[in-house]
């Protein structure tokens, strides 16, 4: 019943929806189902998820002409206009948003099973274990996130604990694959490159030189999957510009991150000047991020007891994503999925997270329904593009009143972020207790 | 039969690797990319006719649109200066796509193969620019302009330019703009319209895929006056009101689209194009358009007969594929 709902909802959702992200997906498939490279079409993702989205686009190429894999009626150009540039001015054709949307929805299925598979060795209890599968795969913000965003944050998060938890059965070849498979569909696991490490130094279990191996094995899985992606020539190069140019295609701040204080009014300037210094604002919150995690890491890797890696793993991750969200440059709503599948791990043993978990879950669905992303950002709002129907106007009405604009967004923005300072505080209270064996008593 | 779910994870791992080489292969392998050639060649034939041959195929349906242009230079422009200065305040566009159409363009023409070389230049670099051959007025850009300069307009209306930098530590900003700025560019020109998205495209549009159909509401210019200064429609139109033209200044042009810049994606094919094309300027003249299609099983070919162009004056034919994201085109002269 559970994958019957879940996927039915996803299913009914996704072809008729879109919003800004989906968009550029259907015009990069379909500029490479055109003829095009790669890179033809500006995007600012790593290789391996825009190898996924020509094969989208070549699939939907098998049924369509490669020119009617997104459409532009007038209707949508005058309602980009009419936001002032901050709607997409194209859609992916139904079949498209399908093909897209289904691939997400095959790793939240994934993830379901994953998420179950842990609980279950977690816990030892089968009905806690469906809990968390029904938890995730029935998530009204991951429905939303699969069905209509289309974002497909769920995959690197899939490979992050797949990566840690083949890891942790021996197998480290796979483990360093997954990893780097996450890497190169979305690059925000390299922040958690510290905690992966203390993951490696945390299995005492094994001798050194079986331990020194497996490190090797993981590098090696981790390097064969990079060199998959990037051997073509120039292909590197060509990522490398599109995303260290200056104020470039990927700029943005706000969101829900300590930025989002930019929108409270009077402090324009500041907005201006986080724009033009993107760059190095955006390199001084990766080292803030990537210092964070390493915090969490040492705790992991001096407290972790050997064999029992649950439940610490989780309370280390939890704080580390948290760690950056909270100070990277820019955090969009679908960035809650990295965390939200630890939260849910945690949950299941641990009222104390249920309330995070839940809030998590209300307040980056909210961002959809009520289309707030973050002072600077674009606007995305839910849309269903038929020809009586659009959220897009409603958002554009709630959002352009002068009086309440600025101030809903802000509150809603805030509001997420000091969830999140709490959780993330939970998160390094839990990692500070000692544990004992694979199961932590819910306080 | 128990799953074990390590297995499980590890086949997910190695389908996700499989899809991945089956997408590099659709990409990389001989043949495999989705492809479309044509071949333009003009011969003469005496008695003042030329022939142009084309032929066209691909692996894919494809749409285009061929347009033939009489012109002095044949060559596209390789030196295209692209004004950008986060000092000051943006009009009808947004500060990122102000920026952002720079990477456009130079994506776009190097998928087209084109020896495009795209400098930014801010304020002080745009007057040094404006200044060669050295002046010592402080009037800059009409003189360049007559001496065979070639600006490209795209934003606010014409001559709408804010002269004063953002103060330090302030917001961006809302454009004030200079007193009677457009009369200084385009003297007597009376813009209006009231769209801001136009539906109807112009023979211009058509033959060289402009396909920029936005417009500024009041900024437009109406096409009978374009005529009378000897100007060239290029863009959409709505009833007798265009967002895009080219006035001859001079030795040189002045090319104002009247429309926001937020849809860079467009801008920077069709702005490609109008480069491409070699074509914007007034003194060139169309000769033909014709629109083709190519399918994976039907090629394409044509004969044409055109009159040979005059002395110190070449023919030259542009194709470029009429789908919204193709980055097909080619361009052949005589």
Not at chain 1, 311 to 338: C, D, M, N, R
Request: contains cysteine.
């Amino acid at each position: 019943m559970v994958l019957l709902v879940g996927t039915g909802l996803r299913l009914l959702l996704a072809p008729l929806t879109s919003q800004y992200d989906p968009a550029i997906f259907g015009e990069s498939s379909a500029t490479m189902a055109l003829g095009g490279g790669p890179y033809t079409y500006l995007i600012v993702y790593p290789t391996d998820w825009v190898l996924v989205l020509n094969l989208i686009g070549r699939t939907a190429a098998l049924f369509l002409p490669a020119n009617a894999l997104v459409a532009a009626p007038t209707a949508v150009l005058t309602l980009g206009l009419t936001l002032g540039g901050l709607e997409p001015t194209s859609y992916p054709v139904p079949l498209v948003a399908l093909l897209e949307k289904g691939f997400v929805l095959l790793f939240d299925l994934a993830m379901a099973g994953l998420l179950y598979a842990i609980v279950q060795e977690w816990t030892g209890d089968r009905l806690k274990a469906r809990l968390v599968f029904a938890a995730w795969f029935l998530n009204p913000f991951v429905i939303i996130e699969s069905g209509v965003h289309g974002a497909f944050d769920v995959i690197p998060t899939f490979f992050v604990i797949a990566s840690f938890y083949l890891w942790y059965h021996d197998r480290p070849l796979s483990a360093g694959a997954a990893f780097g498979l996450g890497v190169m569909v979305k690059v925000y696991p390299l922040l958690l490159l510290p905690l992966f490490g203390a993951a490696l130094l945390a299995r005492r279990d094994l001798a050194p030189l079986r331990r020194a191996m497996s490190v090797l094995w993981f590098g090696l899985g981790t390097a064969g999957i990079v060199a998959l992606s990037l051997w073509p020539p120039g292909i590197f190069q060509q990522y490398l510009q599109i995303v260290g140019t200056g104020p470039s295609v990927g700029e943005s701040h706000g969101g829900f991150g300590p930025w989002s204080l930019s929108a409270f009014p009077g402090l324009g300037g500041w907005r201006r000047w986080l724009f033009l210094n993107t760059a190095p604002v955006a390199l001084i919150s990766t080292v803030i991020a990537f210092g964070l995690v390493t915090l969490f890491a040492v705790y992991y890797a001096r407290r972790a007891p050997a064999g029992s890696w649950h439940a610490p793993l989780t309370y280390a991750a939890i704080g580390s994503v948290f760690a950056i969200l909270l100070s990277f440059s820019v955090a969009q709503p679908q960035y809650l999925l990295w965390i939200l599948p630890w939260l849910l791990l945690a949950a299941i043993v641990e009222r104390r997270f249920r309330t995070v978990a839940a809030a998590v879950t209300l307040g980056g669905s909210a961002f959809y329904v009520i289309g707030l992303a973050g002072p600077l950002y674009l606007v995305q709002p839910t849309a269903i593009f038929t020809h009586w129907i659009s959220f897009s106007l409603i958002d554009a009405a709630v959002l352009g009143s002068p009086t309440y604009g600025p101030w809903v967004e802000l509150v809603t923005t805030v509001s997420v972020f000091l969830l999140l300072v709490y959780a993330a505080l939970q998160a390094l209270r839990r990692l500070r207790r000692p544990t004992a064996g694979g199961v932590v008593v819910a306080a | 039969m128990r799953l074990d779910p390590v297995r499980l994870v590890q086949a997910v791992i190695v389908l996700f690797v499989v899809a991945l080489l089956l997408s590099e292969g659709l990409l990389y392998a001989p043949g495999a990319r989705p492809r479309l050639t044509v071949d333009q060649s003009f011969r003469a034939l005496g008695g003042g006719q030329l022939a142009l041959y084309t032929n066209a195929s691909g692996s894919f349906a494809a749409n285009l649109a061929q347009s033939v242009f009489a012109l002095t230079q044949p060559s596209p422009p390789t030196e295209v200066y692209y004004y950008y200065d986060s000092n000051y305040p943006v009009s009808y566009s947004s500060i990122a796509d102000w920026y952002g159409l720079t990477q456009h363009l130079s994506v776009v023409a190097s998928a087209r193969g084109l020896p495009f070389n795209l400098t930014i230049v801010d304020a002080a670099g745009l007057a040094g620019l404006l200044r060669q051959p050295p002046r010592a007025n402080t009037v800059l850009m009409g003189p360049w302009i007559r001496l065979g300069g070639t600006l490209v307009w795209a934003g606010d209306t014409l001559g709408r330019y804010e002269g004063t930098p953002i103060a330090p530590g302030a917001s961006f900003g809302k454009l004030i703009p200079v007193p009677n700025g457009s009369a200084r560019f385009l003297p007597g020109i009376q813009v209006g319209g009231t769209g801001i998205v136009y539906s109807n495209r112009s023979a211009f549009s058509d033959a060289v895929y402009l396909a920029y159909p936005y417009a500024i509401a009041g900024g437009a210019f109406r096409t009978s006056e374009v005529q009378a200064a000897n100007g060239r429609v290029l863009g959409y139109l709505d009833g007798s009101w265009t967002n895009w033209a080219a006035f001859p200044i001079g030795g040189g042009t002045i090319v104002d689209l009247a429309a926001p810049t937020y849809d860079v994606v467009r801008l920077s094919f069709s702005l490609v194009n109008l480069l491409e094309s070699g074509a914007w300027t007034p003194s060139s003249t169309l000769v033909g358009i014709s629109a083709f299609s190519v399918t994976a099983n039907a090629p394409y070919s044509s004969v044409a007969l055109l009159a040979a162009p005059g002395a110190g004056m070449h023919v030259c034919a542009f194709s470029v594929e009429v789908d919204y994201l193709a980055p097909f085109a080619s361009r052949s002269c005589d």
